[in-house]
């Protein structure tokens, strides 16, 4: 069964009660860890639980491929329902789940979790097929679903955000759940205990005192290098992007977003607004220091080119997620594809 991403939180927290075996898996690996924990929460009532939680690898799997049929069938000391949790299966692991799925054994929720999976991988096709069996999967946030979990959780902690500091923070989150909410917490930390009691307002400074760490400033200048044809920034800022391990497809996210919202713009100037009304139009407002920078680029990008960059930003993602070529490289020459697309656009 395939789990519509419209249902996986609710799916997460209550999964439903004819699914026994779920493959956790995609780009967003702090939400692949999120949701698995939920998932084991939804059965045991901590994921440290020794004796009702058990966990190993795929690779200690394929040395001993009678383990999955065993944790399954094996029952808590302590009673009640147990979780078996496999890490990083492949493909190459296919065939065994296949195999326990056509005769499960036990009652034991099985959660296995992978990186992104291709719509033709064989893990990915064994899960989504089986009767008793679901496939979740776990994609970088997008500005709306980030901007809710930024609020709910300030919220949550009696703050309030204003709008140019929630543009920037949304800006430069959403590659990975688990690093966004450890942000958001650090924020929220940051502001003071009592914070919520002068009713404090988070503010551009705040968030750049806080949150304004290398990779943040490294993004900005590697997307705003690609726009201005800097091809010599985008190599040195996409280096220190990938030094400071952050994925290539989350980079590819932000310069999609980025790209999105200049062609958002242009749309806004057809309209017979200027420059500087069409950017303020913009949910979440452009960052104010970056304010100008962004108007220009949006003024030299016509429509068209900015069609063509987001057709080889998307062609680049397929790439990477559908062949055997290096994530890394082909992210990099299609950052530096369009860096040449934009220096002729300065150009003119």
């Not at 944790?71 to 990083?88: C, H, Q, S, W, Y």
């Not at 104010?288 to 900015?306: H, P, T, V």
Request: glycine residues 6%.
């Amino acid at each position: 069964m395939k789990i519509p991403p419209g249902r996986a939180d609710a799916f997460s927290a209550n999964p439903d009660s004819g699914v026994r075996s779920i493959l956790v898996y995609g780009p967003d690996a702090g939400l692949v860890r999120e949701r698995l924990n939920i998932l084991t929460r939804s059965v045991a009532d901590s994921i440290d639980d020794p004796f009702r939680v058990s966990e190993f690898s795929a690779d200690q799997l394929r040395d001993d491929p009678a383990r999955l049929r065993d944790e399954a069938a094996g029952l808590a000391l302590t009673g009640g329902r147990r979780v078996v949790r496999i890490r990083d299966a492949t493909d190459k692991t296919a065939d065994l789940f296949a195999k326990f799925l056509e005769n499960p054994v036990g009652d034991a929720l099985v959660l296995v979790d992978s990186r992104d999976l291709g719509p033709r991988s064989k893990l990915r096709t064994v899960f989504e097929k089986a009767n008793d069996a679901a496939a979740l999967a776990c994609y970088s946030d997008d500005t709306q679903s980030l901007e809710a979990i930024i609020r709910s959780s300030l919220k949550a902690a009696g703050l309030q955000i204003a709008p140019e500091a929630l543009g920037w923070l949304t800006s430069h989150l959403g590659g990975d759940r688990e690093q966004s909410r450890s942000e958001i917490e650090k924020l929220i930390v940051y502001m003071g205990p009592d914070a919520a009691a002068r009713n404090t307002v988070i503010t551009e400074d705040d968030i750049l005192a806080c949150v304004g760490d290398n990779a943040a400033i490294g993004l900005d200048n590697l997307t705003y290098a690609v726009c201005e044809g800097d091809q010599a920034m985008v190599r040195r800022a996409y280096g220190l992007m990938i030094a400071e391990a952050v994925s290539p497809i989350s980079i590819l996210t932000s310069v999609s977003r980025h790209f999105m919202r200049l062609y958002e713009t242009r749309g806004h100037l057809k309209d017979g607004k200027n420059i500087d009304e069409a950017a303020s139009r913009l949910r979440p407002p452009v960052f104010f220091k970056y304010k100008r920078r962004f108007q220009i680029q949006a003024g030299r990008w016509s429509e068209d080119l900015l069609i063509r960059g987001l057709e080889l930003l998307m062609k680049a993602e397929l790439s990477a997620k559908s062949t055997d070529m290096p994530t890394i490289a082909v992210v990099e020459r299609t950052l530096i594809q369009l860096a040449q697309v934009g220096r002729r656009a300065a150009r003119r």
